[in-house]
């Protein structure tokens, strides 16, 4: 028990090629005017390490305050960040969401251990040493489904609680841009639009590194607090793994992230 103790902290210790997908909302936005949305990938949150291709995305979509679905464009780059946009109508909540294909991955056993390790998946780590499978290479398919929301002019923000049916999604209870420094938000995470119990959330604000500054496990209900410490812009993620043991793949990850600014 001690050895496996030790590995983990060594684990802990190293980086893995791993990478979040953040919808990035602008500091400003207006109604009737062309919204643009920073897509970043990486993990010192909000800096991207490189532009996505979002034309290859196969779902990109906004859903207005009238629960209408509006169509979300690729817009080209920035350096290192990908652009997308979209044409806002009345004030109120705009809700953006992007999925990516899923893609296949292989990785060598350390990679991958330090992987489930670092990334919030202590457990498969764990089934892993259990099954006396460490030194296995895995194969694994990932998929991401980030969203954002988006405050547009000063109407009324409704719309937070809405649920898109993405593989993995977190869903606020509480009305996210009400939360003051001090407060808590209380969140639902859904992985195939269920409620998704013991998922381990992370967040993270500029400035935090390439860690989340915290973790909390979601409750039987799949229901967790997340506390607020600064305002402006704030992410929680989440990656989630099965094992459908299927014939190119053993393992399949989930990846999320909700991005919005605190007011």
């Known amino acids: 028990m001690r050895s496996l103790s030790v590995l983990l902290v060594g684990l802990l210790a190293g980086s893995v090629d791993a990478h979040d997908l953040w919808l990035v909302p602008?500091?400003?936005?207006?109604?009737?005017?062309?919204?643009?949305?920073?897509?970043?990938?990486?993990?010192?949150?909000?800096?991207?390490?490189?532009?996505?291709?979002t034309e290859r995305y196969p779902r990109?979509?906004?859903v207005g305050p009238d629960g209408k679905t509006l169509p979300l464009a690729s817009a080209g780059?920035?350096?290192?960040?990908?652009?997308?946009?979209?044409?806002?109508?009345?004030?109120?909540?705009?809700?953006?969401?992007?999925?990516?294909?899923?893609?296949?991955?292989?990785?060598d056993a350390d990679k991958f251990n330090?992987?489930?390790?670092?990334?919030g998946l202590p457990h498969i780590f764990r089934l892993r040493a259990k099954e006396k499978t460490l030194n296995r290479d895995a194969v694994e398919r990932y998929r991401k489904s980030p969203k954002a929301l988006v405050a547009v002019g000063d109407g009324a923000m409704?719309?937070?609680?809405?649920?898109?049916?993405?593989?993995?999604?977190?869903?606020?209870l509480v009305n996210p841009f009400t939360r003051k420094v001090g407060d808590t938000l209380k969140v639902r995470v859904l992985f195939q639009q269920k409620p998704l119990a013991d998922a381990n959330l992370g967040w993270q604000?500029?400035?935090?590194?390439?860690?989340?500054?915290?973790?909390?496990?979601?409750?039987k209900n799949g229901e967790a607090l997340i506390p607020i410490a600064q305002t402006g812009l704030m992410t929680?993620?989440?990656?989630?793994?099965?094992?459908?043991?299927?014939?190119?793949?053993?393992?399949?990850?989930?990846?999320?992230?909700?991005?919005?600014?605190?007011p």
């Open 77 to 107: 780059k920035r350096e290192l960040t990908s652009l997308l946009a979209f044409e806002s109508g009345a004030a109120g909540l705009y809700v953006v969401a992007v999925e990516t294909t899923p893609k296949i991955i292989e990785l």
């Open 158 to 172: 409704t719309g937070w609680d809405r649920v898109l049916g993405s593989p993995l999604e977190i869903v606020p």
């Open 114 to 119: 330090e992987y489930l390790v670092t990334d």
């Open 236 to 262: 929680i993620r989440l990656t989630h793994m099965t094992r459908p043991k299927a014939a190119e793949y053993e393992w399949e990850s989930f990846w999320t992230t909700l991005t919005w600014r605190i």
């Open 205 to 219: 604000r500029p400035g935090d590194g390439d860690t989340p500054v915290g973790y909390v496990r979601t409750d």
């Open 26 to 53: 602008p500091v400003k936005a207006m109604p009737q005017s062309k919204i643009v949305i920073e897509v970043s990938v990486g993990m010192d949150f909000p800096i991207s390490t490189f532009a996505s291709d």
């Open 60 to 62: 990109k979509f906004v």
